[in-house]
């Protein structure tokens, strides 16, 4: 059984930085790409970033330069390092891996960035 689980949200002040992990079991991440997305109220998911299970990464525009990918294989995770975090930031973090066409999703963790 595949299960994702998100961690590390929480609030911070703009230009803070905060660090997302997404723990996977029942399936290994280095054998198949990861995304995190993120959810506005009232909209819909959006890609963030996305990393192949041969380790490339992309970024959307507007998160190039502050967020970054990585991933410890020893322990099933990726991770999403998020600095220079904006109130635009503010949002619920999700990561998900589709395999065989099936999209699979964590809980999501909520980012709050407020002075």
């Known amino acids: 059984q595949v299960q994702l689980v998100e961690s590390g949200g929480g609030l911070v002040q703009p230009g803070g930085s905060l660090r997302l992990s997404c723990a996977a079991s029942?399936?290994?991440?280095?054998?198949?790409?990861v995304g995190w997305y993120r959810q506005f109220p009232g909209k819909q998911r959006e890609l963030v970033a996305v990393?192949?299970?041969?380790?490339?990464?992309n970024y959307v525009d507007s998160v190039k330069g502050r967020f970054t990918l990585s991933r410890d294989n020893t322990k099933n995770t990726v991770y999403l390092q998020m600095n220079s975090l904006t109130p635009e930031d503010t949002a619920a973090y999700y990561c998900?891996?589709?395999?065989?066409?099936?999209?699979?999703w964590g809980q999501g963790t909520q980012v709050i960035v407020s002075s």
């Open positions: 998900n891996c589709n395999i065989g066409g099936y999209d699979y």
């Open positions: 029942g399936i290994s991440f280095s054998r198949y790409g």
């Open positions: 990393m192949t299970s041969g380790g490339s990464r």
